[in-house]
């Protein structure tokens, strides 16, 4: 059965087609005039940023995979030994190894707010709970692991005598 369109050599069942081009082609000029996560400096998509750092140049480069581009750029003034993003993304912990202290940096905020965390122990390997709630710091030197609550900055475990460079992670929920 031919339609109205027949005349540019479409039948009935190519109209599947033409809507799913057409639904392509509106749905790529609407998101032309979206603002994208990093236009509104919100790095807290869970599949759309990855974090890596220099350590040579005091640099952390945020790469939007979507765009496949570099969103943004946080300098600091000292060496970056290790990163760690919570799975919600809402957090982003920089560890300083010299300097016996973590950089806190809030994912969600439009401006990327910084914290200072201070430790007793040197941060040589860290890893943030998957809720971001709390981190996991060890000090390869010591051989000494601490568990902080981020918000309370407060040690909740100790244990000390912690051999070897296994890794170390969290379950899903965070314990």
Not at 108 to 119: A, G, I, K, V
Request: proline content about 4%.
């Amino acid at each position: 059965m031919a339609c109205a369109l027949n005349g540019i050599g479409l039948r009935k069942r190519h109209y599947g087609a033409l809507i799913s081009v057409w639904f392509l082609v509106l749905t790529a000029i609407a998101s032309l005039f979206t603002p994208t996560a990093a236009a509104q400096g919100s790095y807290d998509e869970a599949a759309r940023f990855a974090f890596t750092a220099s350590n040579s140049k005091h640099e952390i480069y945020i790469i939007d995979l979507y765009d496949r581009s570099l969103a943004s750029t946080i300098s600091f003034t000292r060496p970056i030994d290790d990163l760690s993003a919570s799975e919600n993304m809402k957090a982003l912990i920089v560890a300083h190894t010299k300097n016996k202290a973590l950089t806190l940096i809030d994912l969600t905020s439009s401006d990327l707010r910084e914290y200072p965390y201070p430790l007793s122990i040197a941060p040589h390997y860290i890893q943030v709970s998957p809720l971001g709630e709390t981190v996991a710091v060890y000090d390869k030197d010591q051989q000494v692991l601490e568990v902080h609550a981020i918000k309370r900055k407060k040690v909740l475990l100790r244990a000390t005598a912690i051999s070897g460079n296994a890794s170390f992670t969290f379950s899903p929920d965070g314990s």
